[in-house]
């Protein structure tokens, strides 16, 4: 309140001081241009142009507050096409991040028909429309797309690949993805999404083929890598052994398979393991037994020597003195105590057969170890323990049987 009195007396104090001046002196304005004259005093002149300065700002303010009025309310304004723009990309992509499908299918669509960068929010559409089964609208997505940014060829293939693979259709993203290939040759994306969809496939083959594109490019961690190798080296002796060659399952199919190996692979345990149970399941014990004690004797390995006492030799005496000479560095290993176990069965020596069975189970309860003994002393007339650890094997061998209820029984 007390600057209120200060500026009013200010305002006061000014217009008296600006009276006396206009009283003393009127002052005098002349503006003569060809037949144009204006004559006036100088303190009516500076009213004149402040007035007019007072009009040219009231009708700039008054367009400004048109325009502005006319941008909030009309719905066709640049300003509320921007906002709309703005709205439909937060909602689709919230629509998006949580599976409402149908709704940020629209939005998104809506926001990349209206932006000039419209890539991933076409591809969020096609996304959506994909995962609603629509899958016509989605090439169509990603066709409109590829329209407005044809520099994206490759983002959008790899993206249409990755649908068509969540849809089922394995054989056209393979088609989608060596298109990109071949036009792409190191790009990493397209080697990892052709390894996955050969993986996925089971064209362990193919997955072969494409290794040293895979190790060039360094598409994969080097642990990574040299497990998906020996996978797929393995899971190729597999597929070769079940291969027909002249009306039969082939032992020449898998027996070239691992001589595609290198030296150095055929000294992997994890391959030599498959190549040996597949010359097992194939008949050809023999030859998986010399396999198994030439590669234990090379280094020795936990699962290789259990796969030992399933195969026979030629000698069953000489397989069994062998086995026992491994035990003597690897006294505590419940594999080879299994092995032993069995290779002992298999020469009817039934005390030492029982002794390594107990062993094997003392250091591990096995569901194999279990099985093995309880079948031992069903034969030597011990039913009691036989069905006892023959209910042991059975629960570790899916430790969820011992956990679902029984059903209750019911009197007639």
Known sequence: MKRLYVILFLVIAAAGVLGL??????GYVLIAYKSFRYESSLWATLALVAVLWLVFWGIKALVELVTTSGGVVNPWSRRNRSRRVQVAIEHGQLDLAEGRWASAQRHLHRAAEAERQPLLYYLGAARAANEQGHYEECDNLLERA?????????AIALSHAQLQTDRGDTDGALATLEAM???????????????RLHQQRGDWS????LLPELRKDKVLPVAELAEL????????????AHREEDGTVGLQSLTHAWQQLSNGQRQEPQLVLAYAEQLRQLGAQVEAEEILRTALKRKYDSHLARLYGLVRGSDPARQLQTAEG???DHPADPSLLLT??????????????????????????NPEACAELARLLAQLGDTERSNQLFQEGLGLLDERLLAAPLPVATRA
């Open 21 to 26: 001046a206009i009283a003393e002196h009127s």
């Open 146 to 154: 590829l329209e407005r940014q044809p520099q994206a060829e490759l």
């Open 181 to 195: 290939h071949e036009r792409h040759p190191h790009n990493v994306q397209t080697l990892r999404q052709l390894q």
């Open 206 to 209: 193919a997955v072969i083929r």
């Open 229 to 240: 190798e020996r996978r797929a080296w393995g899971e190729n002796l597999s597929l070769a």
């Open 326 to 328: 491994w035990l003597k």
């Open 340 to 365: 032993l176990g069995r290779l002992c069965l298999q020469s009817s020596l039934w005390g030492k057969a029982r002794d390594y069975l107990e062993s094997s189970l003392r250091l591990q309860r």
